[in-house]
C-alpha cells in the first residue's frame, strides 16, 4: 500500500503537463489559420506558471486558512476545465491528421464523426477566454490572500510520521478504511503478485492517520506475514527506503550501502510470505524510481 502524494504535489503536476501541452506541435501547427488567437493561448502557460509558484505556500496554509483553501479548490477547477480543453484540441487534431491521410472508407466515418464534435464549430476562443479569465483572477486573488512564491525550497514540511496511532481520537474514517481493508482481504485477493494501493488527498486530510489505522488492525496481522511503515518524503532514495524495510522486518541495522545486497536479502526475507508496506509521505512519480 502506498502512502499519499499530496494535493499540491499532484496538481502542481498537473499544470506542468498542461504547460507541455500547450507548447505541443499538434496545438501550435492547429491553431494557424483558425479564428483563435495564437496569442491568448500564449497567455495560458504564464497564467499556470504564476499560480504554480505559490502552490507550496497554499499548501502550508490551506488547513487553517478558509480562504486559501478555497483558492485552492477554485484552482483545480480551472486547471481541470484547461485539461478538457486542450483534450479538445487533441480531439480536432487528430481528426487534421486523418482528412490528411489516405481516405478510405472507414477513415471518412472517422472523420465525419470528429468533425461533428469538432470544437473550433462551438466557440473554442471563448472557451479559451473564460478560462484565462478565471486564471487571471486567481493569480490577482494570490497577493490578495499574501501567497508568496517558493525557489526551489518547501515552505512546510512536516516531521516524518510513525505507524502509531491514538484511535480514540479518530472518527469518521471508517467507510474509507473497510473499502482498503476489503482490497487487503485475501479471501479477494487480485492474481497480481504485488498490489499498490494509493491513497491520494490534500494535505491535513487525514492520509496517514488512515494508513495507521490499517496498519494496526488486527485482521492485518492475521491476513500477512511481515509489514513495514517507511516514511518516504520528498526525496525518494530506493536504498533507504529498502534499508528501512528491511530493518522494519528483521529489528536489526543492516550497515551495508550497497542496493543490490539489501534488496537480495529483502527477498530472501520475503520468498513465499504475503507482506504489506506502507510508504507514507510519497511525492515522487517517477515510474522508474517505483519499480526500483
Not at 10 to 27: H, N, P, Q
Not at 66 to 91: C, N, Q
Not at 204 to 219: C, E, F, H, M, S
Request: include cysteine.
Amino acid at each position: 500500500m502506498a502512502g499519499a502524494l499530496v494535493g499540491e504535489a499532484f496538481l502542481s503536476a498537473s499544470i506542468e503537463v498542461l504547460v507541455e501541452r500547450i507548447a505541443s506541435r499538434d496545438v501550435l501547427n492547429l491553431i494557424k489559420g483558425k479564428s483563435l488567437e495564437d496569442g491568448l493561448l500564449k497567455k495560458l502557460k504564464p497564467a499556470l506558471m504564476s499560480v504554480k509558484a505559490v502552490l507550496n505556500d497554499a499548501e502550508s496554509r490551506q488547513v487553517k486558512d478558509p480562504d486559501v483553501r478555497s483558492w485552492i479548490d477554485e484552482l483545480k477547477d480551472a486547471v481541470y476545465d484547461a485539461e478538457d480543453f486542450l483534450d479538445e484540441i487533441a480531439t480536432e487534431a487528430l481528426r487534421s491528421r486523418l482528412e490528411s491521410e489516405d481516405q478510405t472508407s472507414t477513415a471518412k466515418q472517422v472523420c465525419s464523426f470528429f468533425s461533428s464534435v469538432n470544437p473550433f464549430n462551438r466557440g473554442m476562443g471563448s472557451k479559451l477566454e473564460e478560462i484565462l479569465e478565471r486564471l487571471e483572477y486567481l493569480v490577482n486573488q494570490k497577493d490578495i490572500l499574501g501567497l508568496k512564491e517558493s525557489r526551489g525550497e518547501k515552505s512546510f514540511q512536516r516531521p516524518p510520521a510513525t505507524s502509531l496511532v491514538d484511535e480514540s481520537a479518530v472518527c469518521g474514517r471508517n467507510d474509507e478504511k473497510e473499502a482498503i481493508m476489503e482490497l487487503l482481504n485475501p479471501e479477494y485477493a487480485s492474481a497480481n503478485l504485488i498490489d499498490v494501493i494509493p491513497v491520494v488527498g490534500m494535505g491535513g486530510v487525514g492520509k496517514t492517520t488512515l494508513a495507521q489505522l490499517i496498519y494496526n488492525d488486527k485482521r492485518v496481522e492475521e491476513w500477512f506475514d511481515v509489514k513495514a511503515w517507511v516514511c518516504v518524503s520528498e526525496e525518494f532514495d530506493a536504498l533507504r527506503v529498502t534499508k528501512t524495510i528491511l530493518e522494519e522486518i528483521t529489528s536489526s541495522s543492516d550497515g551495508s550501502q550497497n542496493l543490490n545486497q539489501l534488496q537480495l536479502k529483502l527477498k530472501e526475507k520475503l520468498l513465499g510470505k504475503k507482506f504489506l508496506f506502507v510508504l507514507d509521505d510519497v511525492w515522487n512519480e517517477k515510474y522508474v524510481d517505483w519499480e526500483e
